[in-house]
């Protein structure tokens, strides 16, 4: 991966994006730190779909049951439907 000061990824944005897309990734750092990565769009996609858990692995997890606020019994009021007649 290629590493691009943001001066230079500025100035020659339209490289930095060709050069993305023909060899993948590209690093922009600030002051020597990294700072950021140009991805491909489809790459982003991909990494994005692979974080994201399932309804199976979410439903299956301790994490996500525990995660769930449920209300106390009783708590929660019911709509009362409009009487016929």
């Given at each position: 991966?290629?590493?691009?000061?943001v001066?230079?990824a500025?100035?020659r944005?339209?490289?930095?994006?060709?050069?993305?897309?023909?060899?993948?990734?590209?690093?922009?750092?600030?002051?020597g730190?990294?700072?950021?990565?140009l991805?491909?769009?489809?790459e982003w996609?991909?990494?994005?779909?692979?974080?994201?858990?399932?309804l199976k692995?979410?439903?299956l997890?301790?994490e996500a049951?525990?995660?769930?606020p449920?209300?106390e019994?009783?708590?929660?009021?019911?709509r009362?439907?409009?009487t016929?007649?």
């Amino acid at each position: 991966m290629d590493a691009w000061p943001v001066q230079d990824a500025k100035a020659r944005f339209s490289e930095l994006l060709d050069r993305c897309l023909a060899e993948g990734p590209q690093l922009v750092t600030r002051r020597g730190a990294d700072a950021a990565v140009l991805v491909p769009v489809e790459e982003w996609r991909r990494l994005r779909a692979a974080a994201r858990p399932s309804l199976k692995e979410l439903l299956l997890s301790d994490e996500a049951r525990s995660a769930i606020p449920i209300p106390e019994r009783g708590a929660a009021r019911r709509r009362r439907l409009p009487t016929l007649g």
